[in-house]
């Protein structure tokens, strides 16, 4: 006899917790939510919407956490029928959130003195990469808490790393969006050059893509600047902004050098000053383009 699927909530159904949630849904799961928002499409999923964080923990066996910032993920767990005050002895939560790794530990810290269990499941991927289960998870927390939330974690995405104890995942999922700050502006750059030199952009997007210079990045971004096509955006500058600050803030405390990342960081901040904020990062290279010379 096949053992029973466990219950699960999710708390923040947003660009990322949405497709984390069909995925679930997909593969049988019972998922309840919370958003303060409506959530039509997580409802026409199958998901069932409940009023507030408590009402979500009380209904769950298995807690995941998707939430944009820091000010969110405290007013899930402290805010009115919250998290802490609602959760069962033993009962599992799962951060999908990217914080500063000093908040994700003080707040499992109090998770766990509430009695419960914790894992980080950092979301390496676009919402689009998930919804094709084509992201990866960086995993950190107790090998034996990892065990029992396997099945559901593979309704997610198959690639996935245990990286170590908490807060591990945080800092790999930190250095991914480091490099993908980097590896966007070089497809832009490249884009650029390849129209200067003459080429139709929708061509270089294909050619490059086939050889040793392409990377995820350009695979993603390259066809969206040959289309011009920024808008609806997988990837906003907004969200892009706190992984701008918070990998600055690691590199600087690890004492690394990044040449790269300090000539890359200063074009996605200009782009938010813009007012560019909800077009795709891909609208970098409209950036690229205005500072390059006549030939």
């Given at each position: 006899?096949?053992?029973?699927?466990?219950?699960?909530?999710?708390?923040?159904?947003?660009?990322?917790?949405?497709?984390?949630?069909?995925?679930?849904?997909?593969?049988?799961?019972?998922?309840?939510?919370?958003?303060?928002?409506?959530?039509?499409e997580f409802e026409s999923a199958g998901g069932r919407r409940l009023g507030s964080p408590g009402h979500v923990t009380r209904a769950c066996q298995i807690l995941l956490l998707c939430l944009p910032d820091e000010v969110a993920q405290?007013?899930?767990?402290e805010g009115d029928d919250g998290v802490l005050t609602n959760l069962k002895p033993g009962q599992i939560v799962i951060e999908l959130g990217t914080y500063s790794r000093g908040f994700k530990l003080e707040q499992a810290q109090r998770?766990?003195?509430?009695?419960?269990?914790?894992?980080?499941?950092?979301?390496?991927?676009?919402?689009?990469?998930?919804?094709?289960?084509?992201?990866?998870?960086?995993?950190?927390?107790?090998?034996?808490?990892?065990?029992?939330?396997?099945?559901?974690?593979?309704?997610?995405?198959?690639?996935?790393?245990?990286?170590?104890?908490?807060?591990?995942?945080?800092?790999?999922?930190?250095?991914?969006?480091?490099?993908?700050?980097?590896?966007?502006?070089?497809?832009?750059?490249?884009?650029?050059?390849?129209?200067?030199?003459?080429?139709?952009?929708?061509?270089?997007?294909?050619?490059?893509?086939?050889?040793?210079?392409?990377?995820?990045?350009?695979?993603?971004?390259?066809?969206?600047?040959?289309?011009?096509?920024?808008?609806?955006?997988?990837?906003?500058?907004?969200?892009?902004?706190?992984?701008?600050?918070?990998?600055?803030?690691?590199?600087?405390?690890?004492?690394?050098?990044?040449?790269?990342?300090?000539?890359?960081?200063?074009?996605?901040?200009?782009?938010?000053?813009?007012?560019?904020?909800?077009?795709?990062?891909?609208?970098?290279?409209?950036?690229?383009?205005?500072?390059?010379?006549?030939?």
């Amino acid at each position: 006899m096949s053992q029973a699927l466990p219950t699960l909530g999710l708390i923040g159904l947003g660009q990322l917790g949405l497709p984390v949630a069909r995925n679930l849904l997909q593969a049988g799961y019972t998922v309840s939510g919370h958003r303060r928002s409506a959530a039509p499409e997580f409802e026409s999923a199958g998901g069932r919407r409940l009023g507030s964080p408590g009402h979500v923990t009380r209904a769950c066996q298995i807690l995941l956490l998707c939430l944009p910032d820091e000010v969110a993920q405290r007013s899930a767990l402290e805010g009115d029928d919250g998290v802490l005050t609602n959760l069962k002895p033993g009962q599992i939560v799962i951060e999908l959130g990217t914080y500063s790794r000093g908040f994700k530990l003080e707040q499992a810290q109090r998770l766990i003195e509430r009695g419960a269990r914790v894992l980080e499941a950092e979301v390496s991927g676009s919402p689009p990469m998930v919804s094709a289960r084509k992201a990866a998870l960086y995993i950190g927390g107790e090998a034996q808490t990892l065990e029992q939330c396997k099945a559901l974690l593979h309704a997610i995405t198959d690639s996935q790393f245990h990286l170590g104890p908490y807060g591990s995942a945080v800092s790999m999922k930190l250095i991914a969006n480091y490099l993908l700050t980097i590896h966007t502006l070089a497809a832009a750059e490249a884009m650029n050059m390849g129209a200067r030199a003459g080429f139709d952009p929708s061509l270089v997007a294909k050619v490059i893509a086939q050889g040793a210079g392409n990377s995820t990045m350009f695979s993603i971004r390259a066809p969206m600047m040959a289309e011009r096509k920024f808008s609806p955006a997988p990837g906003p500058f907004t969200t892009l902004a706190k992984y701008l600050d918070l990998g600055e803030q690691m590199a600087r405390g690890l004492g690394c050098a990044s040449p790269l990342f300090d000539a890359a960081t200063p074009y996605f901040r200009r782009a938010l000053s813009q007012g560019m904020g909800e077009q795709d990062i891909s609208a970098v290279i409209a950036l690229i383009e205005a500072d390059s010379k006549r030939p």
